[in-house]
């Protein structure tokens, strides 16, 4: 029912008040493809042309709504136009009938009009011919092929090419979609890589200036407040130029996320180094052969990053350092003292753990942490397996 009562095209409207019109001057101008003596004309009115051509007329602002309907309305007018002396513009019409129903039909109609009006055509030629024994009968088929089969054909070429430029817009909005999406997951983790090097790079120094900072206004000892003020100095003066370089990077669009010097397993011991002077008690095992750049760095910020931790949640005592290389894997363990409900010494968020866990996944390994209940006094455990055959995550 919506399609029978769907408006009209405004173009369909304009070709059958066109086609009426001309139609009306031929009529007037008596202008016929028979004449009146013709045997084939049985209807000899002089207004009998005038009928068919109106119902073509009324047929085509059908042609998209309701093409079906539109060449079947049209075949029967049509046949009617012959048995009077006729209209050409009823003819015409009536082709453009044939080519939208194949245009605009379904697919089904879209497939079998060309063949019909094809089969049409040469039943039409061969059939009277042989019937006659007059090769002239050959010619209502070529007239069949003309009126039908020529406009039929000529709308299937026009659909596949429409529908072929139609499939080509959807493959680019879903190229364009997908580019987006890429375009989308680029920057969703490039942005969290640049979290987790300026968490890993500066919470560092910030953790060791907030303690320090604690201890120098806690404690009522000048030589002990000028020691927690030389740290705090020395932290803050190297998390400025982590700070200024990574803004540099973010400002200008060049250059490597990365250190200037990437961090490397070699560096361990300042890393230990820096910790000791922030007060922690490190000690370090480390047993490793030649590991690729990317788990290098990543075994760094791990350690790194679990100095920290130590730094602002571990209770008095050692922290053990241990990287272990075996066959195809690297095991990173760092372990410190820990008491269920000691007050951090400085203030957190939990996105260090988060930044390890995304480095041990994107090189295909594993993370875990938590506290690990022994003998005596509870221990921290930072656990990571990293495989050594892995590409490059970035």
């Known amino acids: 029912m919506a399609r029978a009562l769907a408006r009209p095209h405004p173009d369909d409207l304009r070709i059958a008040l066109g086609g009426l019109l001309g139609g009306v001057v031929l009529w007037a101008l008596r202008i016929h493809p028979r004449t009146a003596s013709d045997p084939l004309v ?17 047929c ?38 044939i ?61 596949n090419h429409r529908d072929a430029a139609e499939a080509a817009r959807l493959r680019a909005e879903q190229t364009a979609l997908l580019a987006e999406m890429d375009r989308t997951q680029a920057v969703t983790a490039e942005r969290s890589r640049m979290a987790r090097e300026l968490h890993d790079m500066v919470a560092n120094h910030l953790s060791a200036i907030a303690i320090h900072s604690t201890a120098a206004l806690s404690l009522d000892d000048a030589q002990t407040s000028r020691g927690a003020l030389e740290v705090i100095r020395e932290n803050s003066v190297e998390g400025l130029a982590e700070m200024r370089r990574l803004i540099g990077i973010l400002r200008d669009g060049s250059g490597d996320l990365e250190p200037a010097a990437t961090p490397t397993l070699d560096g361990l011991a300042a890393l230990v180094k820096g910790a000791r002077a922030n007060g922690l008690d490190v000690r370090l095992a480390d047993d490793h052969g030649r590991v690729p750049a990317p788990v290098e760095l990543a075994a760094y910020r791990i350690v790194q990053e679990s100095l920290t931790n130590a730094l602002k949640h571990a209770a008095e005592g050692p922290v053990e350092i241990a990287l272990h290389q075996e066959e195809s894997m690297l095991h990173v363990r760092v372990t410190s003292a820990y008491r269920r409900g000691d007050t951090p010494r400085a203030p957190g968020s939990g996105s260090g753990l988060t930044g390890m866990r995304e480095r041990a996944a994107l090189l295909g390994g594993s993370f875990e942490a938590g506290p690990d209940a022994g003998s005596g006094q509870s221990r921290w455990t930072v656990r990571a397996t990293l495989p050594l055959d892995r590409e490059d995550p970035a």
Request: charged share 10%; net charge positive; no cysteine.
């Open 60 to 97: 085509e602002p059908l042609r998209r709504s309701r093409p079906r309907l539109g060449v079947f309305l049209g075949t029967l007018a049509l046949t009617l136009d012959t048995v009077t002396q006729g209209n050409v513009v009823t003819v015409v019409m009536y082709t453009d009938l």
């Open 42 to 58: 049985l209807w000899h009115a002089t207004w009998a042309p005038l009928v068919p051509l109106a119902v073509t007329a009324a």
């Open 99 to 159: 080519y939208a129903s194949v245009l605009y039909g379904d697919p089904a109609s879209a497939r079998r009009v060309p063949w019909i009006t094809g089969m049409l055509t040469v039943l039409g030629g061969v059939v009277p011919a042989a019937l006659w024994r007059d090769p002239q009968a050959l010619l209502i088929g070529v007239g069949i092929g003309v009126v039908a089969f020529a406009p039929a054909a000529t709308g299937w070429v026009v659909r």
